[in-house]
């Protein structure tokens, strides 16, 4: 699958006259609870020619490609930045993938340089927990909930969680989360729904764990208590302009 998703990358590259600068695997095969039947989520940052940046008109900054089990959707450079500026989570996640298709340039590592520097612990937090109410909500309403659904909300509450009590980018690994459930009870339940997680399909309905809902509810509670803790911040552009200027002028055809 590998060498099939880097077909696809370089495809891409012709047909829109870009070069992918680093394209990353993302969601649950990252997450470390994939399903058997789970899609590539891939995710990349490209950009055009020097002269594309210099039309009067604003033109599309996204490139998607759906067919099967491959989903690939990349963000031109300067998208890319604008949204790290504002702490983009997704654009964190991108950039701490450890599964990479594809790296032309340094791009990648220089901007990972960068990026803790744009982490705001409010931004991430309204993101985190913002997610996981909608997927408690999700949740909630089931008799027979996607067990998809149940890792959802367990990944977002935990990373709210890392967000709230570490101040920091919270892992990617779900594994390196689960330190901050003390509840042994939660935490062996958890480890039991993981080994299920492997063995059945994106589709399988899973009789409702409400001990487990009720926890994840309380945790998100005391999250939400925390979040006018942080403030509001946004890192300098002055340097994303600096690496946006000095990646668009290298010529690569």
Known sequence: ???????????????????ILF?????????GFPSPDSDYDV???????????????????????????????GWDI????????????????????????????DFREQLQALA?????????LHHYASMARNYYKTCEAEDQVKLKSYFYLLRTTLCSLWTVERQAIPPLAFRELLPLVTDQRMRDKIEELLVLKAQVDE????????????YLKCTLDYCDTRANDFERIQGETEPLNDLFRKTIAYPWH
């Open 1 to 19: 699958m590998q060498e099939q998703i880097r077909q696809k990358l370089k495809e891409i590259e012709a047909q829109y006259g870009v070069q």
């Open 23 to 31: 394209a990353s695997e993302t969601g649950s095969r990252v997450w």
């Open 43 to 73: 995710r990349f940052i490209y950009h055009h020619t020097r002269d594309w940046y210099l039309s009067i008109d604003e033109q599309r900054d996204t490139i998607e490609y759906l067919s099967g089990d491959l989903d690939l959707v």
């Open 78 to 105: 300067r998208k890319s930045l604008r949204l790290l500026r504002k702490s983009n989570i997704a654009m964190f996640e991108r950039l701490a993938s450890p599964i990479m298709y594809l790296e032309q340039t």
């Open 116 to 124: 803790p520097t744009y982490f705001s612990c409010r931004a991430g």
């Open 203 to 214: 589709s399988y309905r899973h009789p409702k764990e409400a001990e487990l809902e009720l």
